[in-house]
C-alpha cells in the first residue's frame, strides 16, 4: 500500500513525522521501512532521524505481502441497513475500521471479509473492501460500506459534495450556554503533537454544526451534525471552542474521563438518496451502553433549558 504525504511540520524527525501521521505504524516498524529504502523524501532514501525541509514530499510503501495477510474473522456485526449494493454497518467503540500497521485482526474490514466474502467494492484494494469512509477507533456508530465498485464511486461522489448527512451525539466537558452554533474553522495537522489536529489557517475547510440536546452541572450532551468530514473533526472542533469530548484520549488532557475508555461520540444517523433507487434512505442507532452509563452518571446533577 502506498502512502504519500506532504510535510507540514518544522524541524521534527522523519520517523516520528510519520508514525504520528500513520498513527497505527509503530516506530520500530517505520524505521525499520526508512531503512529498507521504502520510505523516500522528494525521492530520496534518507535515515529515520532525517528531518525534510517544509513542503516536502515523503512517499512510503508498505509491501503488498504484508497487506495481503488479512484474514476473514467471524466477528460479530450489527447492520442496520441493507440492500444489494451497500450496508450500514453500527461499529462498537474499540473496533479499527480496516487493517493497518499494527492491527491486521479485529477491525470491520476483518469482519467484512467473512460476512460478505467477495461481495464488497475493492476501489481501495485488498486491504480496505467496501470502506468509503471512516470513524475513530474510539467512535462508536452508523458506517457506511458498499458493495460494488459502482456504487463506490456514486457514494463517494455524494460524500464529496457534501450530500450524505451524517449526525453524532457527543458529550462534553463543560456548560455550552448556546442553544445551537456553528464551528466553521479549517483543520491540519498540529505542528507540537503530531497525533492531534488543529484548528490552523493552512488548514482544510472544516464545518461543524451543534446543537443542545441537554446540559448537566460540568457536561453538555451534544447533537453535531458534519458538513466536512475532516480526521478527528468534531473532537478536534470541540477542543478548539474549550469542550473537548468526554473520554477523549487527545483532546481532553487531564479532565476526567468518567471512567470511559475512549471519547464519548456516537454516530447516531445517516441520510442520503440512494444512487441506485433513488429512495430517501435514513438510518438511525440507538445510543450504546458506555454512552447511556455516561448520562445516567451526570444526570443526578442536570439542570435543562
Do not use: W
Request: aromatic share 6%; hydrophobic share 35%.
Amino acid at each position: 500500500m502506498r502512502h504519500v504525504l506532504t510535510y507540514d511540520a518544522h524541524n521534527i524527525r522523519l520517523d516520528q513525522y510519520v508514525s504520528s501521521a500513520i498513527p497505527d505504524m509503530s516506530r520500530n516498524r517505520l524505521s525499520s521501512l526508512i531503512v529498507s529504502g521504502a520510505v523516500t523524501v522528494d525521492g530520496k532514501s534518507v535515515k529515520p532521524s532525517f528531518k525534510p525541509h517544509y513542503g516536502a514530499t515523503i512517499e512510503l510503501e508498505i509491501p503488498e505481502t504484508v497487506m495481503s495477510d488479512i484474514r476473514a474473522e467471524n466477528i460479530p456485526l450489527e447492520i442496520a441497513y441493507e440492500d444489494d449494493d451497500l450496508l450500514v454497518v453500527n461499529k462498537p467503540q474499540g473496533m479499527v475500521v480496516h487493517p493497518a500497521p499494527g492491527h491486521y485482526s479485529g477491525t470491520l474490514v476483518n469482519a467484512l471479509m467473512f460476512h460478505f466474502n467477495e461481495r464488497l467494492s475493492d476501489i481501495y484494494g485488498s486491504s480496505r473492501p467496501g470502506i468509503i469512509h471512516r470513524i475513530d477507533k474510539d467512535t462508536s456508530g452508523l458506517l457506511i460500506v458498499v458493495k460494488n465498485n459502482e456504487m463506490h464511486t456514486k457514494m463517494s461522489r455524494l460524500i464529496s459534495n457534501h450530500d450524505v448527512i451524517r449526525s453524532y451525539r457527543c458529550c462534553v466537558h463543560g456548560i455550552i450556554d448556546t442553544l445551537k452554533g456553528t464551528i466553521d474553522a479549517p483543520i491540519g495537522r498540529s505542528d507540537s503533537d503530531r497525533k492531534k489536529m488543529t484548528v490552523k489557517g493552512s488548514g482544510k475547510l472544516a464545518v461543524t454544526h451543534f446543537e443542545v440536546v441537554k446540559r448537566f452541572a460540568k457536561a453538555t450532551d451534544l447533537s453535531v451534525v458534519l458538513e466536512t468530514g475532516r480526521t478527528h473533526q468534531i473532537r478536534a472542533h470541540m477542543a478548539f471552542i474549550g469542550h473537548p469530548a468526554i473520554g477523549d484520549p487527545v483532546y481532553s488532557g487531564r479532565r476526567t474521563s468518567y471512567g470511559l475508555v475512549g471519547q464519548a461520540l456516537h454516530s447516531k444517523s445517516i441520510r442520503f438518496t440512494h444512487p441506485g433507487s433513488g429512495k430517501e434512505i435514513f438510518v438511525e442507532s440507538e445510543l450504546p451502553d458506555y454512552y447511556k452509563k455516561l448520562l445516567d452518571t451526570l444526570n443526578a446533577d442536570a439542570y435543562t433549558e
